[in-house]
């Protein structure tokens, strides 16, 4: 058997399985420690060191180990300890090997004085769950020894090097994303706008292009594809479909980008691009497409833009993505197909939504025409969407429309001048909780440009920002910009109605603007590019036509990072350098203060400059408030770009999209922009996994203990002082005292967290202060929970939520995990001998082998039917017994695959199929099915021949008769016939499958022949045995399985006797 983790087999080890791991044991409270050798010189002068490839390794991934400075030849031996326990509490000691440079172990085969080695780090031992990997958030101490010119350890001349590095689940994530608009919808959306124009009809393919930008070194990203459903825990994945990136594992995903290593790390991109027809099913691999799930462990922008075959690019959707965390309940619409063309120049001609629900689905309503009901025509009412579901108002949306849901969705904003020859802008909308009185723009543009691709000067290209006025009476807005140098003010009144109202202002060139209300009124602000030609017979406003939402002001970091910088059409193979789509910034905050902004053109902190705090840069910008900027990549692509500030008190706004002045009106112009979400400073995301399976099956359910896992990341490029973590226990769970513990990123691992407050839980009642993250530091946070029993949960429970909240920096991120529980449904099959449809013990044994199968029942109505899908399959055991696990609750029926039952029983259980409705994490252990064996009677006709009472040949086409005997007399007048047969050529008959129960098998008497006997010839027990009540009848008494024979009829021919009377006339004694 091959030791394979390399662990010390000693006589206190503790082995946690019969496979090849072994770990010696230190009480928790006795921290083992090792005794270093002197670190002296030897054959080389060269320092030693060891390294890692990660810091942090999921149980079972393979850590690469890079020893330097060894002498050519020279031998290492590598030693790993933990120094802080993990969750069995126990300091385990693995076991050395050695490997020689340039020798086997050491990877590149050469003497060239680097080892670089690897180590399969513990997993869970046994691979069910229940028992926890032995090092599994821990601590672990690596040493490296070289032998030196000895070549024997623990000499003068070794060298010894250390490192730490832990062991952890995968990480939770601190974002969660959905692709919003199908493929299918974008098309038909875009199919409604260009209907009746010059221009060439959208069509399949659509390209869709996802970008996600990575801001920090270590970022892990789940890709979870919408086509085969989605995971229950998107962090621990149990489809193949699913994938990992960033964990340097290549078996279960390849980020793409990476160049094959699977490392995300600043300013990493990643770029998904494929054409989806979508007349056709999905086929796997599956294409990356609108209804995907992206969740990442630090924060990413991503951006979808997407558009058909025909137009291509000049027609084309592009918005920013907001995570979870920025979706609503409440939505209104800033503009609409109502505003007359004489304002908007046909802009909104079309206005649709497309509306997504999230992890636990959603019911929505729209008022599409904006008349406060959703009965008309066109409007939604009480839709339900299941999760990544999306629906799409195909136009007809007025200003003020609102959709309403009772679960967080997502909508964007798609509008588009109808036959124009390809004018759209799109935008995800702000639900209204968000909304603000307050909002930064840094988008201007100038009133006429020359087109650089050489098609003339065109006019109205200003930048238009649309207010819209939610409440019935006008507002004052106040709008300040930058002209010559001067902030001024203005104020617009934006009026109001039972639907709001709506006003528009042009931005000034080279301003950045602000909007802002005295009295703290809310409103909203959308940036429409291209936007005032005056044309409204579908020609104007469409050559570098975009739009987005402005970000409130109170949403504003000291970062932002862009998730799709693209300067031009990526398909066109005109003007192949041109870079027409910049990023646009203005500072806030800093007044006539000249701001410094740092500008990293791809996010890397590669760049040739060095900020005051250590990190990397390309440019810089001095600009005061309402100064604005455009700012080019030398390389022609913005995507990746990372602009920041080190004053907390100086904000950014920015926004990426085309530039009238810098892109061709033509190809290889891309009519797309987008609003740049702020970045924040720091991360936050929540995980909860199953620790303790208490009944084993493997899923979450009552009476199982979770372990949760708060991430706080410092993604920003200062320190984030003052961190304070709220969270919120689950109901239906109870806190594991003492369970708390932190990783600060400090190298001691995890310490605990003391309990503290009136309810021991520390993080709950206002939060608890964690301290200052400093720059690429991570802060690790775990605590545990049992979850109640089944029937304490309170009525009506499906999953385990629990909700938190980091703050800090005036910033404030909420988290929570959503866990569901799962149930069982199962019990037995059985043998039910007395068929009275319990399970009495004793003979009533199980039935092995019989196959049932679980199916999902879709519509309720308690019949397998057209809608209902087999969801499991189970075979019962050597004891009959079944279990189906892992089942969220609804409705179920469980079904007995009829020919894998003994064919001779009948079911007594009146149950077969079973409908159940399972309650979230019920365990459903009576769904159970008795079988009663059934019985067999035999028997034959025989003709007695020498009369000797005996049947000695048998007489065939007998008819025999079977009737109930329901009293048990033996007379078959009380009794039914149930079913007859006829005696073979031998005299035999039969009757199969028999239900017991007392039966009266009667004969018709055969033609010509005389009865002998009817009766049992057998000791059976029966009540008539050997004698029949009356002639042609025999009762029979028929127990479970028995096959009761000797039941037979013995005829006979009656005899003739013939002779003569005559007359002794001669009187000789003989007739005459």
Known sequence: MDDLFGLFETDNSLSLTDEDLTVNTTQADDPSTSSDSPDTESSTSEILTVSTDKPDYKPGSTAIFTVNGVGVGETVKFYTVETVAGDDGVFNTYQPFVVTDGGAGDSDGLANGQIVTSWLVPPDPDGTGPLVAPALNATLKLTATAAGGDGAFGTADDRVATTTFTDGPNPPPVQLFYVPQPENQLLLALQTIEAGGPGITPTNPVQTYISIAAVANGTIIYYDQAEDGYEADIANPTQSTTQIWGDGNLLNGVAPGTGGTDLINAGTVIVLNNAIDTSLPPTTPYPYSG?????????????????????????????????????????????????????????????????????????????????????DAGDVNNLSLTQGQSYLVNGGVNVGARVVSDKAVQVDLITGDIGSNYESRDSALLPTNIWSDSYYTPVSTASSVTDVGGQGTFNGTDTTVWLYNPGTTAINVTFARRIAGVVNTSTISVPGGTSGGYAKQLIPDGSGAHFFTQGNEKFYA????????????????????????????????????????IGRDPTSATSPTQNGNPVWVTPIGNGETLATIYVDYNGDNLGAFTDPNGNKYDTTLSLKELERAKVYDPDGNQTGMLLYTLDPGVKLAAAW??????????????????????????????NGTLLVDADGDGFVSPGDTLIYTISIPNISRAPVPNIKLLDNLPVDTTYVANSTKIDRGDGLGFVSFADAGTTAFPLDEGGAILGTIPVKKTFTVTFEAKIDAFNDLVPGTTTILNTGEVSALGEKKPIQDITPLYGKIGDFVWKDLDGDGVQDGGAETGISGVTLNLYKDANGNSIIDGGDTIVATQTTNASGGYLFTGLLGGNYIVDVVNATVPADSVLTTANDPKPLTLAAGQSFLTADFGYQPL???????????????????????????????PNGDGNASDGVAITSTTTDASGNYTFNNVSPGSYVVVETQPSGYLTVSDGDSTTSGDDAANSSITDNAIPVAVTAGETDTGNDFVEELPGTISGNVKEDIDNNDSGD
């Open 291 to 375: 209804g995907d799930k992206i969740a990442a462990t630090k924060t990413v922008a991503i951006t979808r833009s997407g558009w058909a075959a025909g137009p291509n690019s000049l027609l084309a959707g592009g918005l920013e993505v907001f995570d979870t965390d920025n979706w609503g309940t409440d939505y209104r619409v800033p503009v609409g197909v109502n505003i007359p063309d004489t304002t908007d120049f046909q802009m909104f001609e079309y206005t649709g939504l497309a509306i997504m629900a999230g992890e636990l689905g959603a019911v929505i309503s729209v008022d599409a025409n904006a008349d406060g009901d959703f009965i």
């Open 526 to 565: 959308f940036s429409t590019t291209d936007s005032n030609s005056g044309n409204t017979n579908g020609t104007g406003n469409q050559n570098w036509d975009w739009g987005y939402t402005l970000v409130p002001e109170d949403s504003l970091t000291t970062q932002v990072l862009i998730g799709l910088g």
């Open 657 to 686: 999209g085309q530039d009238p002045s810098a892109a061709s009106a033509g190809a290889p112009g891309l009519d797309v922009g987008a609003g740049i979400p702020p970045l924040p400073e720091f991360d936050a995301g929540k």
């Open 935 to 965: 019985g067999n009677i035999t028997g034959n006709v025989k003709a007695d021949n020498n009369n000797d009472d005996i049947g000695d040949t048998g007489i065939s086409g007998v008819t025999l008769t079977l009737y109930t005997d």
